[in-house]
């Protein structure tokens, strides 16, 4: 065994890609990955911020705010995802108002 350590993620195959980076405290960018080292720092260019909710900080709004070329730091990193493939679906679980 090397004393290399081995990533989980395989972040080679998103590389020039649209990505969708949720990051600690509720931040939530998208943009196309350029670049990422062993501690998952994140390069995203053309990277797009969604706008928080004032009243509730976890939420996002549909404002968007244009960032360019970002550095995202790999212990804010909370999820990576493709932007490729993935579509918002309503919640199943949500009960409605009369039940």
Same mark, same amino acid.
């Given at each position: 065994? *090397?004393?290399?350590?081995?990533?989980?993620?395989?972040?080679?195959?998103?590389? +020039? #890609?649209? @990505?969708? @980076? #949720?990051?600690? &405290?509720?931040?939530? @960018?998208?943009?196309?990955?350029? &670049?990422?080292?062993?501690l998952?720092?994140?390069? $995203?260019? %053309?990277?797009?911020?969604? =706008?928080? !909710? *004032?009243? !509730?900080?976890?939420?996002?709004? +549909?404002q968007?705010?244009?960032?360019? $070329? =970002?550095?995202?730091?790999?212990?804010a990193?909370?999820?990576? *995802?493709?932007?490729? &493939?993935?579509? %918002? =679906?309503?919640?199943?679980?949500?009960?409605?108002?009369?039940?």
């Amino acid at each position: 065994m *090397s004393g290399r350590k081995e990533t989980v993620l395989d972040l080679a195959k998103f590389v +020039d #890609k649209g @990505v969708q @980076v #949720k990051l600690s &405290g509720g931040r939530q @960018v998208t943009g196309t990955l350029k &670049g990422y080292d062993q501690l998952l720092n994140l390069v $995203l260019d %053309e990277a797009v911020e969604f =706008i928080r !909710d *004032s009243d !509730d900080p976890l939420k996002t709004t +549909d404002q968007t705010r244009r960032l360019g $070329l =970002i550095v995202c730091r790999g212990t804010a990193v909370m999820l990576v *995802s493709p932007t490729d &493939g993935t579509d %918002e =679906i309503a919640n199943p679980f949500v009960q409605p108002d009369g039940a």
